[in-house]
């Protein structure tokens, strides 16, 4: 495939636990680790750097948010409530990024 200037990559990895406030359950630590949250904003930059455009979701966690920023990606902070949860207490609002490319238009 070739890669034409402009691409779009849209990633929705699984969302770090790390700050344990986002109602997703403990496994997603060991299916995707802390590293490999780093690699994937590496390569996402690599891809910006590249001309593609970027639009990527996690959980609004400040270790994140440090890594995205110094790569000079643009930070979306929104709220969405999940009613993913077996338990009528554990259906709420959650805080999550939007992580772009470039700035988003208004």
Known sequence: MTRQLGDLV??????TVRHNNNGFIKYNE?????????RLAQALGRARDRGAQIVSTNANYSLLRDIY???GFYLIKMSRFSAISAKA???????ELIILSHPPKT
């Open 10 to 15: 849209f990633v929705d990895p699984p969302y």
């Open 30 to 38: 060991k299916l995707f680790t802390w590293e490999d949250q780093e």
């Open 69 to 71: 920023r110094d790569l």
């Open 89 to 95: 207490e554990s259906r709420r609002n959650f805080e």
